[in-house]
């Protein structure tokens, strides 16, 4: 089946700092999401991508729609304690089947 | 802010046993979905339920699964004959009308003993 693979699985990084993760299939998908799920709770969505190309800002969180449309890429500038979580990208195939990644573990040091 | 609801936040059931999941989407939304995720793993698709029909589903969704919306507000997931490995959280998620942002329950975690 359809995978979208996410890397760094983890990543520990000092406050203030920024923080890159990307998400890759090898599918083409028309719908890209970026998700943030604290333990113990649902996703919350952060931002969505609808173009090839396309760059959207959410505050502090940049994300980009791959050329390609195989990939995506999420951006966190001057990370804070509180952007600990784990961040998951979805794509959208089909109508309405949207497809997980495995997930980038973020930790923030103070 | 509306937000999507589910009930019970935590059911325990032996295997072999029906359950019953439920969650109310937010008012306006037409499109309805189910998830689940494995402890520690990542969120698996199930479901997407529209206009009283399934749209998509995924290879999980097999025939001990069924969907749901009894009445105006409730969005329900049936496990028919529960086995060991259908442990783990179901998230409710909606959307509205021609817009793909979903937003999610608080989850169920189902664990079958």
């Known amino acids: 089946g359809q995978q979208l693979n996410q890397s760094p699985q983890s990543m520990f990084i000092q406050e203030g700092e920024d923080v890159s993760m990307n998400c890759t299939s090898s599918?083409?998908?028309?719908?890209w999401l970026w998700y943030k799920q604290d333990p113990g709770e649902g996703p919350v969505l952060l931002i969505a991508?609808?173009?090839?190309?396309e760059l959207t800002s959410n505050g502090r969180l940049t994300a980009q729609f791959g050329i390609t449309r195989k990939d995506s890429f999420l951006n966190i500038s001057a990370s804070i304690p509180s952007d600990v979580g784990i961040y998951f990208c979805?794509?959208?195939?089909?109508?309405?089947?949207?497809?997980f990644g495995t997930g980038t573990r973020l930790k923030v040091l103070a | 802010e509306p937000e999507v609801t589910q009930t019970p936040s935590h059911q325990v059931t032996q295997m072999g046993q029906e359950v019953i999941l439920r969650c109310v989407p937010i008012?306006?939304?037409?499109?309805f979905y189910w998830y689940r995720q494995i402890l520690g793993q990542k969120v698996e698709f199930l479901v997407s339920?529209?206009?009283?029909?399934?749209?998509?589903k995924s290879e999980i969704f097999d025939d001990q699964f069924s969907v749901e919306r009894p009445d105006g507000s409730n969005f329900t997931l049936k496990i028919r004959s529960t086995k060991l490995e259908d442990s783990a959280m179901y998230f409710c998620?909606?959307?509205?009308?021609?817009?793909?942002?979903?937003?999610f329950g608080p989850g169920t975690r189902l664990t079958v003993t």
């Open positions: 008012s306006n939304h037409l499109y």
């Open positions: 599918s083409i998908f028309n719908t």
């Open positions: 991508l609808y173009k090839a190309g």
């Open positions: 979805a794509g959208i195939s089909g109508t309405y089947k949207y497809i």
């Open positions: 339920f529209y206009n009283n029909e399934i749209s998509e």
């Open positions: 998620a909606s959307s509205g009308v021609g817009d793909y942002e979903q937003y």
